[in-house]
């Protein structure tokens, strides 16, 4: 009982973890990566498609992506894809490749990306607390039902607060490394 409460809580923990990993690598650092695109929907045929099922997105250099659409046709709706996202890039078409230039951050840019890493690491801590709450909440059910004993209940919260504080520590870790990645000229 206590060790699914406990494996419950450190699995979701991860999983706020993992997307809050995710949430990072889509704000834009000066440098190309191809992650970058992953949201990306393309119109193909009428229905919304992610960039990566109709084209082949690559590194050119260390600030270009290379997007090579499967098929010739569905060049111009890949680029108008790249246009129209939130990512601010401008493509530009040379036959059959797009080349994606990643523009400079100006430093006024940086200090808002650093705004919203730290709001994004911010709703990762909340998050954390929920589970951390949510287990809690179910340790104090399982002492009311008799199903454990008081000592039971209070050692289990204090692990339950040691891995809240680890994963904690783990998101300050992940803001800390963005933070120092975006303020790099």
Do not use: C, W
Request: hydrophobic letters at 40%; charged letters at 35%; aromatic letters at 2%.
């Amino acid at each position: 009982m206590i060790a699914d409460v406990k494996k419950n809580a450190e699995q979701k923990m991860l999983k706020t973890l993992e997307t809050l990993k995710s949430d990072f690598s889509k704000v834009r650092t000066g440098r190309a990566h191809t992650g970058l695109l992953d949201h990306v929907m393309v119109d193909y045929y009428g229905s919304p498609t992610a960039i990566n099922q109709v084209a082949n997105i690559t590194l050119v250099d260390a600030r270009t992506i290379g997007v090579a659409p499967y098929e010739k046709k569905m060049a111009a709706a890949v680029e108008k894809a790249i246009r129209d996202s939130d990512l601010g890039l401008n493509p530009v078409s040379s036959g059959e490749l797009i080349r994606v230039p990643m523009p400079a951050l100006t430093e006024e840019r940086r200090r808002d990306l650093t705004k919203v890493v730290r709001a994004e690491a911010e709703n990762a801590r909340v998050a954390i607390r929920n589970v951390r709450r949510d287990a809690n909440d179910q340790l104090k059910r399982a002492l009311k039902d008799k199903a454990i004993s008081e000592d039971e209940e209070r050692r289990a919260q204090d692990d339950v607060q040691k891995l809240t504080d680890k994963h904690i520590a783990e998101a300050d870790k992940l803001l800390q490394a963005k933070e120092a990645e975006l303020m790099a000229v």
